[in-house]
Every structure is written in structure tokens, then in C-alpha cells.
């Protein structure tokens, strides 16, 4: 099983590498994108792109150096004629770098790309909210040769896709950066702080009336109240605990570590850590600590050793107990 990690600078790739990943994945956003087709992303993403050739292949070869491979992402839910266009000679200068991988989410780019650029391998990004054998062997017949599955899939439900494909190969998240929607029906960008953020993460505030009118009894007010709490710290721990880390420097928030037994014995080929946006100690730590799960998954400790050890790594006890942090949660109730 392979860890995938992302990357936004040349520094990033042979420090992750090292520290374990042995795919990395990246966006690009090249001036000439920019000044024709401004602020409409490439990869769903306004920051943590490379954004000159030249810093775009020397991560290719930093990355093969330590036998790593590099995917590029180009992972937005449709795009126009020209931007297709654009795409695939951007797929293709990819190419002729050395790039290894794309992933993709529109399925006609999927078609477009697998016809221009067949030496590249297409892995459908979980953005295509592909959940069953039926959409993995759509996207197999049509030149993918991976599919990153959406955050809420099951464990059952994961296996028994890599199952029922096996000449596809299935990747699931692993680590960080949690959305409490289907990713795939989100029609907004991840917008920076200072311009709002996703919208994702606002605060709203909740006011109760009766429909037929009359007061609330103090009772159920008290209940609509802990709700809100509640629903308030889920939130907290779906997005990254507010991106905060233990005393070691090891990340909180969403994480699948205690299902790396599982994962691996359902023939999973890779498992994911986001956050291309993330500053490097953050990811370093979380390549660290999936790294060091896996070892022990590797060296035949049982799932219940595996899960201590993870617990032990966070440490989070009520995040992991209530499960809200968990890819998996499913793995708490065995």
C-alpha cells in the first residue's frame, strides 16, 4: 500500500519522500491560464499550485530521483471547450517533463486525456463521486487506471469495489482536511480566509420558533441548544481540529489510521493525505505518523494493537471515541 502525499514547492517533495510518500500530487497554474482565463481554477484550488514550468519539472525529477512518481491535478467538475483544450496541451507539456499520473473528475476530460496523452495514467479524483463497481468500471472502460473514492465510502463499501474491479486500482483518504458536504456537489472554490473561506465553514446562527406559533418549553430549547453544540463541535474536528497539531507536532483531524488493517486486506492499493494548501511541517507529520501506523499493520500487529498505537499518536481520546474525526468510524464499533 502506498502513501500518497501533496506537494506545492520542489523543498516538499524529497522531504516527503523521505519521510515515506511514494506518490505525490500537485496542482499547476501557469501564468498563460491566468491571463486567459483569470480567476477560473485548474484543479479546484486558488493557491498551492506551482506556477512555472521550470519549477514544475524540477519537482518531476527531484520526485523520481527518490523513487517517488508525481501526478498532477486537474480535478474541477467540468470546464469549458477552450479550457479543455488548454488541458490537454497542459497534460502533454506534463508529459514531456515526466510526469507520471492525472487526476481528473470530469469524465469527458477523462475521454479527452486518455486519447491525447495514453502514456499517462488517469486516476479519477474522488471529486467524480464515483461509490460503487458500476461507476469504477465506467471509469476503467473509459481509460482510468485508478479511482480515488469520496471521504464518507465505507470500508465495506471500498473493499468491495477493489473486489469487483481488480484491474482498477482503488486509493481512499487517510489523513486531514474534512468536508461535512459530498465533495463532488460542491459548487463553490476554497476561497482563502481573508476572502471568506469556504462557505463550508460558516457559523450560522440558529433561531427557534414554534411553526404554529406560541413560546418553546425550556426543555426543548435546552435540546435544540446542546444540538447545535454538538453539530458545532463536529465541525471543529471535521475541519482539522482548527488545523491544530499534539505537543510532537502530529496533526489532529480527520484520519482513517485505525483502518489501515482493513484497507490492507481489502487489496486497497493507496491511501491519501490531503491538504495541498498545508505548510510543510504539517504534512511531513502526517507522512510520519501514517508511515509509522503502517509499519506496525506491516509487521502483522492486530487490529487492535494498530488501533492503541494510533489513538496513542493523535492523542485525541474524546475526538476518537465519538467519532467525529474518523474517516471510518465503523471501525470503533467492531
Known sequence: MKIVAPVMSTEEVQVLSRAGARELYCGFVPDAWLERFGGLNANRRPS?????????????????RNDCSMSLVLNAQSYTND?????????ESFRDMGGNALIVSD??????????????????SSVATCRNSSAARLCRELGASRLILPRDI??????????????????????????????GACATLHLPRNLGGPICMDNFVNHYSRRGGGS???????????????????????????????????PFGPCGLCALPALLEGRITAVK?????????????SVKMVRSVMDRVEAGDDPEQVMRFAQ???????GCSKGYMCYYPEVLRR
Open 216 to 250: 418553546l418549553k425550556e426543555s426543548l430549547i435546552d435540546k435544540l441548544q446542546e444540538n447545535d453544540r454538538e453539530y458545532r463541535q463536529w465541525l471543529w474536528y471535521r475541519f482539522s481540529c482548527g488545523f491544530t497539531t499534539t505537543e510532537t507536532g502530529m
Open 107 to 124: 469524465l469527458g476530460l477523462i475521454g479527452e486525456l486518455a486519447g491525447h496523452v495514453p502514456s499517462l495514467r488517469i486516476h479519477v
Open 273 to 285: 493525505i490531503a491538504g495541498r494548501e498545508a505548510p510543510l511541517a504539517r504534512k511531513l507529520a
Open 154 to 183: 465505507t470500508i465495506c463499501e471500498a473493499c468491495e469495489i477493489s473486489a469487483e474491479t481488480p484491474d482498477l486500482e482503488i486509493e481512499t483518504f487517510i489523513l486531514n482536511d474534512g468536508c461535512i458536504f459530498e465533495e
Open 312 to 318: 496513542e499518536l493523535r492523542p485525541s481520546i474524546e
Open 48 to 64: 498551492g499550485n506551482f506556477r512555472s514550468h521550470a519549477e514544475l519539472e524540477q519537482a518531476i525529477q527531484i520526485a523520481h
Open 83 to 91: 479550457q479543455l483544450t488548454a488541458l490537454v496541451t497542459m497534460a
